[in-house]
């Protein structure tokens, strides 16, 4: 120990050893005294608990004896329920069957007021029973008056004695709470401290309330239990504590000055040299002589002075790479080439962090993660394809799945199966914003949380030495960007499609209708191609509604929808135009073609009824018949919006022609289309309309 050490320690040896003793009898008579009055409170509550419920045992027995003394037992019950003698009364003969009681009558079991055993299981009101008499004399059975316990009992004992009043199911452990007065986050304690209470003792718990048992006892069948806070000052023992701390930074500091004269030099270079090491690089060492001290500070000077220009260089370098990256964050949330992006970031983070090679992984629709960008790994990625790791496999893997980044050196240099050879990695998990606990492996708290967007993983640091927690801080800057930038083109992409698509039948809708038509159009304008335009209209589709109900009706369009489906090729669109009116746009398909897809799709229609539940719940089969009209860019029209007039005409021509049929417009003079011409019917299947172009492929069972 140091001079100073020794002069300091026989100083507060004098002083402080007196103030502590002090403080520790101040602590003890204060907790002395708040148990005694906790214990008097609790007993002057306890003599109220008994005082109420004997109370409300003899308004019960009163009750009792008013009903059996009179022969109208069911109106004498009524009257005293009404006037709120009693709950429920309930009168029995001699063989124990009830022959009379009020309604609304509490839960069983009843406890009956003269009972002071112990007993198992929760009390649902308390009884007075008297014995009922004919005028001789002669047993007749007994009538029992009955009140409630329940949480508005228990609040009123608790309302007449002053302290919080909780009722036990059982009077020995284990027992539980039925009902209580305490706040929801105190009964656990309260219940724990009463399972060690025996007769009237007293008792504390650990949040600071002082506890005693009051019954079952004769007179008082219930067992309570009784609580109080305590009166102890809030926070005594911290200022006790502040005190002692106190009188001991005082004595320091006089011990201090009394030993600072001797053995001043040494202090203020041992000061400096701690502040020093802690990392206040201002400190300086006065130099007052030339002596071996004062050379010695000069060098501890020194030092310091260089090692915090060298600080000072790193923290600038530092703060630049942080603007650097807010930059590059915010290039990267305005775009949305999602290859750009993770090339962009990876490479940024290899140059940042100094690593040999990199991969941005990101979660798939089967369970894994597929490298969607890799740099540096020169033939060394295992396999031919593109990385693929298993949720959970893994470094990758579990990274992905628990969330947690990682950091490490292996033994050898060969990685994790399905991932690349290295000596040491770092991966940082991309979060996005829409990660939320769910289904999935447990973390390390026992909750379940959603895998990762993916992962931005790094291998083999240059210079051989390992990642430290400067490159995870500074990795998951860039993961936090590559998270946001792959969840906005995510809500993009699916934004959308949502835009182009019918939310019930899943078919493109009248929207891209227009674009998709516009550009094939021009397509077949520019090659000298053909365009079909096929407008279908289910039959009758208003009595489907209106017999089965719209519930009905959308399964019909589902049922419809996805036959169309399966009877056009994958080069072929189908929209919803609305309501129960559907377009299939055939490209490079003439009018024979686009026949030959009409015939197929009025029978696939036809031939299968569909399966709908009714307004009654009871599933039927509804026959669905279609008609269809069909218009071909340039025979009948030369626009567009005019073929899809022209097939809508035909479509008009294919309703008046009985329906379950379709009808192929005529070609078209100086730009407009005439008259429908010749059609064909599906029940038949001759075709209408004439060639104009080369036979169409051969459809396959389509999407």
């Avoid at 009750?63 to 009364?89: E, F, I, K, Y």
């Avoid at 993660?369 to 949720?391: K, M, S």
């Avoid at 010749?678 to 051969?698: D, E, I, L, W």
Wanted: hydrophobic share 45%.
């Amino acid at each position: 120990m140091t001079l100073r050490g020794r002069l300091t320690a026989a100083f507060l040896a004098v002083t402080f050893g007196p103030v502590l003793l002090g403080g520790a009898f101040v602590a003890a008579t204060v907790a002395a005294v708040d148990r005694s009055r906790a214990t008097e409170r609790l007993a002057v509550a306890a003599a109220a608990v008994r005082t109420s419920i004997d109370a409300l045992c003899q308004q019960l027995r009163a009750a009792a004896d008013a009903v059996a003394v009179t022969t109208d037992h069911a109106g004498v019950a009524a009257q005293v329920v009404n006037r709120g003698l009693a709950a429920a009364v309930q009168v029995t003969d001699v063989t124990g069957r009830v022959s009379h009681a009020t309604p609304n009558a509490p839960p069983a079991p009843w406890r009956d007021c003269a009972a002071s055993a112990p007993f198992g299981g929760p009390v649902g009101a308390l009884v007075v029973r008297v014995e009922l008499r004919d005028t001789t004399g002669a047993a007749l059975g007994t009538v029992a008056a009955a009140h409630p316990v329940d949480p508005a009992f228990v609040a009123r004992l608790a309302a007449v004695t002053g302290v919080a009043v909780t009722l036990l199911d059982n009077a020995v452990p284990p027992a539980r709470v039925t009902h209580s007065t305490e706040s929801p986050g105190g009964r656990e304690a309260v219940l724990a401290a009463a399972a060690s209470l025996r007769d009237d003792r007293v008792t504390s718990t650990t949040d600071g309330r002082y506890l005693r048992r009051a019954g079952p006892a004769a007179g008082q069948p219930l067992p309570l239990v009784l609580s109080v806070p305590s009166d102890q000052p809030p926070g005594l023992y911290a200022v006790l504590v502040g005190v002692v701390l106190l009188a001991a930074l005082l004595g320091v500091v006089v011990a201090w000055r009394l030993a600072r004269v001797a053995t001043r030099p040494l202090v203020e270079l041992a000061g400096a040299v701690d502040r020093v090491v802690a990392g206040d690089l201002t400190a300086r060492i006065p130099v007052r002589d030339g002596d071996e001290i004062g050379r010695l500070a000069d060098a501890v000077n020194r030092l310091t002075r260089e090692t915090g220009g060298y600080l000072a260089a790193l923290a600038s370098s530092r703060n630049q790479l942080r603007g650097h990256l807010a930059v590059l964050g915010d290039t990267l949330a305005s775009t949305h080439d999602l290859q750009r992006i993770l090339r962009v970031i990876l490479h940024s983070a290899l140059a940042a962090i100094g690593a040999r090679a990199g991969a941005v992984l990101l979660t798939a629709s089967d369970d894994g993660l597929v490298a969607e960008c890799t740099e540096g790994f020169d033939g060394q990625r295992p396999g031919t394809g593109p990385v693929r790791v298993p949720l959970g496999s893994g470094v990758i893997g579990a990274v992905a799945v628990t969330g947690e980044p990682c950091r490490g050196r292996l033994a050898a240099d060969v990685g994790p199966p399905s991932e690349p050879p290295c000596r040491t990695y770092i991966a940082v998990p991309l979060a996005g914003p829409a990660a939320r606990p769910t289904e999935g492996p447990p973390t390390a708290t026992g909750a379940k949380a959603a895998p990762a967007l993916g992962v931005l993983a790094l291998y083999d640091r240059l210079g051989g030495e390992e990642f430290d927690d400067d490159d995870l801080a500074t990795l998951r800057t860039f993961a936090g960007h590559a998270a946001v930038a792959v969840h906005n083109v995510r809500v993009h992409e699916e934004t959308q499609r949502l835009s182009l698509t019918d939310p019930l039948t899943g078919l493109w809708n009248y929207r891209y209708l227009r674009e998709s038509l516009r550009r094939e159009v021009e397509r077949a304008s520019r090659f000298g191609r053909m365009v079909s335009v096929l407008v279908l209209d289910l039959d009758r589709f208003k009595k489907v509604n209106d017999t089965y109900g719209h519930a009905a009706g959308d399964t019909v369009l589902v049922e419809f929808a996805s036959r169309v489906r399966g009877e056009i090729r994958e080069v072929d669109l189908a929209f919803r135009q609305g309501g129960e009116e559907f377009v299939v746009l055939l490209p490079e398909t003439d009018v024979r073609g686009a026949a030959i897809v009409a015939e197929r799709l009025g029978a696939a229609i036809r031939t299968a009824p569909v399966p709908v539940v009714g307004h009654a719940g009871v599933r039927e089969s509804i026959p669905v018949t279609v008609s269809i009209g069909i218009a071909v860019y340039p025979d009948h029209a030369d626009t567009g919006p005019r073929v899809l007039e022209a097939a809508d005409e035909a479509l008009y021509a294919a309703k008046a022609a009985g329906r379950d049929t379709w009808r192929a417009a005529r070609a078209h003079r100086g730009g407009e289309p005439t008259a429908v011409g010749s059609a064909g019917t599906g029940r038949t299947g001759q075709a209408g309309g004439a060639s104009s172009g080369p036979h169409p492929p051969s459809y396959g069972p389509g999407r």
